[in-house]
T-cell receptor, first 116, second 111 residues
Framework: DTEVTQTPKHLVMGMTNKKSLKCEQHMGHRAMYWYKQKAKKPPELMFVYSYEKLSINESVPSRFSPECPNSSLLNLHLHALQPEDSALYLC???????????????FGAGTRLSVL | TQLLEQSPQFLSIQEGENLTVYCNSSSVFSSLQWYRQEPGEGPVLLVTVVTGGEVKKLKRLTFQFGDARKDSSLHITAAQPGDTGLYLCAGARTSGSRLTFGEGTQLTVNP
């Protein structure tokens, strides 16, 4: 099973709303990632969690707030977003410390976010 | 600085034709992954290559990792409309590190 599940699949929100994106994996992976992707462009890394601790923040604006409640779950809390934040938000996970599989990232299907 | 140069960016071919996509870098990667992504979906892992000179085959797709682990190619034989999508290469340098993505190749296979 290499499944990463993201909800919701689509989200439309106003600039004053607060919403959350959710990501779940049961592969025992201890690294989890949030990416932002614009159409026909590669994913851009936003945050990395290792062993449930934030290890990388790619200078993301504070209107995006990640949370890792446990080793299987990753959330992205959204508040006061701008229209230019509309994009596909991808979650990924990867194992840590397994020699042959160490760099493989598995992606979810994404949440298509539209900010009005 | 774009560390992984992927080419071509766009490719439109007829069903049955062959094609090759390239990923090149001046940096050494410990592994390189190829993904295919369809509109509105997440990238789906096709293959990971880790050994210099490694060749992996997945049905009509052949992946090669350069001897020096700085470049990789994806060759598709007898392309089909179902191969249409965005192909992404992504390299990693160390365990648990971030991936460096190429700019992607948007492939369209016309029936």
């Amino acid at each position: 099973d290499t499944e990463v599940t993201q909800t919701p699949k689509h989200l439309v929100m106003g600039m004053t709303n607060k919403k959350s994106l959710k990501c779940e994996q049961h592969m025992g992976h201890r690294a989890m990632y949030w990416y932002k992707q614009k159409a026909k462009k590669p994913p851009e890394l936003m945050f990395v969690y290792s062993y449930e601790k934030l290890s990388i923040n790619e200078s993301v604006p504070s209107r995006f707030s990640p949370e890792c409640p446990n080793s299987s779950l990753l959330n992205l809390h959204l508040h006061a977003l701008q229209p230019e934040d509309s994009a596909l938000y991808l979650c990924a996970s990867s194992p840590i410390g397994q020699k042959l599989a160490k760099n493989i990232q598995y992606f979810g299907a994404g949440t298509r976010l539209s900010v009005l | 600085t774009q560390l992984l140069e992927q080419s071509p960016q766009f490719l439109s071919i007829q069903e049955g034709e062959n094609l090759t996509v390239y990923c090149n870098s001046s940096s050494v990667f410990s592994s390189l992954q190829w993904y295919r992504q369809e509109p509105g979906e997440g990238p789906v892992l096709l293959v990971t290559v880790v050994t210099g000179g490694e060749v992996k085959k997945l049905k009509r797709l052949t992946f090669q990792f350069g001897d020096a682990r700085k470049d990789s190619s994806l060759h598709i034989t007898a392309a089909q409309p179902g191969d249409t999508g965005l192909y992404l290469c992504a390299g990693a340098r160390t365990s648990g590190s971030r991936l460096t993505f190429g700019e992607g190749t948007q492939l369209t296979v016309n029936p």
